[in-house]
């Protein structure tokens, strides 16, 4: 089973919906992430929580909020969903020992429209 | 804020080597890291450097570290058709534990 899983992987929804984007890892770390790739521009990073305590704003945090609810799980909301909120969704999370190597899920494509 | 910068495309024959750059701002950080991201899935750590090391040779895989001009690259020998992928340099902001992507590079290998 994957370590890092996200649920939907594809979602199409309408503007102006709210829709909830979730992920569960099995990877017993404390640190997730939830990042957008668009073409030419990377990843971005949107939230992020250090722990179940902790919650963070990334460089691009406007018209989204987060919910960490245990340890092993982040979702990501979109309030009110926008087209330039198209995009490819991926979570992650590390553990700060060592390298700190971030592991991503799968990821979720989601189209506004 | 980290500033992380690739270029977007590299096309190379199947056998040639290929080499990626990147270049970045922020001169204390700590780790730097070559992600793969493969049509359809999440990324892969590929490898990753230290900061206090000039290169690192992992198989077909070389990172040279230019820290004096913030420079970073990665290169495959004998390049695959499998090698064919996007790469994503990455930098460690060490102010806030925070990892800062390039715009990543699309590797194309053809036969």
């Known amino acids: 089973d994957a370590d890092v899983t996200q649920t939907p992987r594809n979602r199409i929804t309408k503007t102006g919906k709210r829709i909830m984007l979730e992920c569960s890892q099995t990877?017993?770390?404390?640190?997730m992430y939830w990042y957008r790739q668009d073409p030419g521009l990377g990843l971005r990073l949107i939230y992020y929580s250090f722990d179940v305590k902790d919650i963070n704003k990334g460089e691009i945090s406007d018209g989204y909020s987060v919910s960490r609810q245990a340890q092993a799980k982040f979702s990501l909301s979109l309030e009110s969903a926008i087209p330039n909120q198209t995009a490819l969704y991926f979570c992650a999370t590390s553990d700060p020992r060592g390298k700190d190597e971030q592991y991503f899920g799968p990821g979720t494509r989601l189209t506004v429209t | 804020g980290e500033d992380v910068e690739q270029s977007l495309f590299l096309s190379v024959r199947e056998g040639d080597s290929s080499v990626i750059n990147c270049t970045y701002t922020d001169s204390s950080s700590t780790y730097l890291y070559w992600y793969k991201q493969e049509p359809g899935a999440g990324l892969q750590l590929l490898t990753y450097?230290?900061?206090?090391?000039d290169m690192k040779q992992d198989q077909r895989l070389t990172v040279l570290l230019n820290k004096k001009d913030k420079h970073l690259s990665l290169r495959i020998a004998d390049t695959q058709t499998g090698d064919s992928a996007i790469y994503f340099c990455?930098?460690?902001?060490?102010?806030?534990?925070?990892?800062?992507f390039g715009t990543g590079t699309r590797l194309l290998v053809s036969p």
């Open positions: 450097i230290f900061s206090n090391m």
């Open positions: 990877k017993g770390h404390d640190r």
């Open positions: 990455a930098v460690m902001n060490t102010g806030f534990q925070k990892l800062v």
